[in-house]
């Protein structure tokens, strides 16, 4: 089956701007996380869903960093007002709890480019 | 969130067995230890986890210490498709799942 992916792979946008990115997670999975990435750092936690609601966003950086999970599957990760410091890759993983390991299946990632 | 440290950088030769060190030593009882690996421009993909006893699987094995406050994960056959950087993580499953990244090890392997 497919695994997680994530639109678009790529993502150059201004200063200032709005940027959507999208994730679509492994059919099933009720676990949806959101992290990102900076050059040569380890992934750092924003966000993780479980179904539709929120289940912790202790790690979103500030309140222009938003995301959603609508039906329980795809999410949408917003930035406003984008900063040069928000240029990272993005990564969005999902898993389907209790299956004994809680094995998280990453996507390739959004690498967001803020000129 | 309990921290662990792992050395920054290992190299191995090819098809030679490569162990990777962790060191967790505020590791609580509740803490599992799972591994995920990175390759060059790919996410990180689960390989291992364990909680007390020794485990295997088709990727590698974990070795965890008697007291738990360090692991090894252990490559028996290093490949060049082995080369990534290689995350030893402490999960809590009351805290959601979430994954809490270190630093790393970044290991390269030579024909």
């Known amino acids: 089956g497919a695994g997680v992916s994530q639109t678009p792979s790529n993502k150059v946008t201004e200063k200032g701007k709005y940027v959507e990115l999208r994730c679509d997670p492994i059919?099933?999975?009720?676990?949806l996380y959101w992290y990102r990435q900076s050059l040569g750092q380890g992934p750092e936690f924003l966000i993780y869903?479980?179904?539709?609601?929120?289940?912790?966003d202790s790690g979103l950086p500030n309140d222009r960093f938003f995301a959603v999970r609508p039906e329980g599957s795809v999410s949408t990760l917003k930035i406003q007002r984008t900063e040069r410091g928000d240029s990272a890759v993005y990564l969005c993983?999902?898993?389907?709890?209790?299956?004994?390991?809680?094995?998280?299946?990453f996507g390739p990632g959004t690498r967001l480019t803020v000129l | 969130d309990a921290k662990t440290t792992q050395p920054n950088s290992m190299e191995s030769n090819e098809e030679e067995p490569v162990h990777l060190p962790c060191n967790h030593s505020?590791?609580?009882?509740?803490?599992?230890i799972h591994w995920y690996r990175q390759l060059p421009s790919q996410g990180p993909e689960y390989v291992i986890h364990?909680?007390?006893s020794n485990v295997n699987n088709r990727m590698a094995s974990l070795a965890i210490a008697e007291d738990r406050k360090s692991s090894t994960l252990i490559l028996h056959r290093a490949t060049l498709r082995d080369a990534a950087v290689y995350y030893c993580?402490?999960?809590?499953?009351?805290?959601?799942?979430?994954?809490?990244f270190g630093q790393g090890t970044e290991l390269s392997v030579k024909p």
């Open positions: 869903f479980q179904g539709t609601g929120a289940a912790d």
């Open positions: 059919s099933g999975h009720t676990a």
């Open positions: 505020t590791i609580s009882g509740t803490d599992y």
């Open positions: 993983a999902s898993s389907q709890p209790g299956t004994g390991t809680n094995e998280q299946f």
């Open positions: 993580i402490l999960l809590r499953y009351n805290q959601g799942g979430k994954l809490i």
């Open positions: 364990g909680l007390t």
